[in-house]
Antibody, heavy 126, light 111 residues
Framework: QVQLVQSGAEVKKPESSVKVSCKASGGTFGSYSISWVRQAPGQGLEWMGR????????QYAHKFQGRVTITADRSTSTAYMELSSLRSEDTAIYYC???????????????????WGKGTTVTVSS | QSVLTQPPSVSGAPGQRVTISCTGS?????????VHWYQQLPGTAPNLLIYQNTNRPSGVPDRFSASKSGTSASLAISGLQAEDEATYYCQSYDTSLSGSVFGGGTKLTVL
């Protein structure tokens, strides 16, 4: 049974960066993708991007391209999400989730998120 | 503004049946992409409730069902229980955005 354990809460200054980790236990880390989803206070879920550790491919939501970097270390079964140029609107809970693929083609793979981490609170404040 | 549109709130009495809609467009649900549903209990991470339009993961009661038609999908909860009080999110793929998209969430209140 896969479990995702995320790093602890962070408090950051505007214009700085934050790097959140997500360590997987159980299962074979390289055999699935990991998505990052954030939730601002009182708001809904927002997909940020995903990494497929097996091939080292990262995909990003258009909104975050250029500001987010998602990586994975297969040797430690850990995925990372780094968000730069932080602003107050980035204050949110950041979740990692296991992506299970279910179809697609050579250009795109479709996923649903079936295992979630407990979330990491990131507060951006001067 | 979420790509998928859900009503902000619904409510029902214990034992009743409620439905939650999720409306998309020709670049997501209308293009034939599957819809998944998540339940988020207060103060916790989301949990997968329905995947690929109609399928329940093991452990999800059959009181939860879902369907998809055209550019919309819907989640139905029958025999409403107090423990169902949560926020529900739909999710699909959007070809214009080349990625996963969520609805804005629907808060279910059990009266």
């Amino acid at each position: 049974q896969v479990q995702l354990v995320q790093s602890g809460a962070e408090v950051k200054k505007p214009e700085s960066s934050v790097k959140v980790s997500c360590k997987a236990s159980g299962g074979t880390f390289g055999s699935y993708s990991i998505s990052w989803v954030r939730q601002a206070p009182g708001q809904g879920l927002e997909w940020m991007g995903r990494i497929t550790p097996m091939i080292g491919l990262a995909q990003y939501a258009h909104k975050f391209q250029g500001r987010v970097t998602i990586t994975a270390d297969r040797s430690t079964s850990t995925a990372y999400m780094e968000l730069s140029s932080l602003r107050s609107e980035d204050t949110a809970i950041y979740y990692c989730a296991r992506d299970t693929p279910y179809g697609g083609n050579s250009l795109v793979v479709f996923y649903y998120m079936d295992v979630w981490g407990k979330g990491t609170t990131v507060t951006v404040s001067s | 503004q979420s790509v998928l549109t859900q009503p902000p709130s619904v409510s029902g009495a214990p034992g009743q049946r409620v439905t939650i809609s999720c409306t998309g467009s020709s670049s997501n649900i209308g293009a034939g992409y599957d819809v998944h549903w998540y339940q988020q209990l207060p103060g916790t991470a989301p949990n997968l409730l329905i995947y690929q339009n109609t399928n329940r993961p093991s452990g999800v009661p059959d009181r939860f069902s879902a369907s998809k038609s055209g550019t919309s999908a819907s989640l139905a909860i029958s025999g409403l229980q107090a423990e169902d009080e949560a926020t529900y999110y739909c999710q699909s793929y959007d070809t214009s955005l080349s990625g996963s998209v969520f609805g804005g969430g629907t808060k279910l209140t059990v009266l």
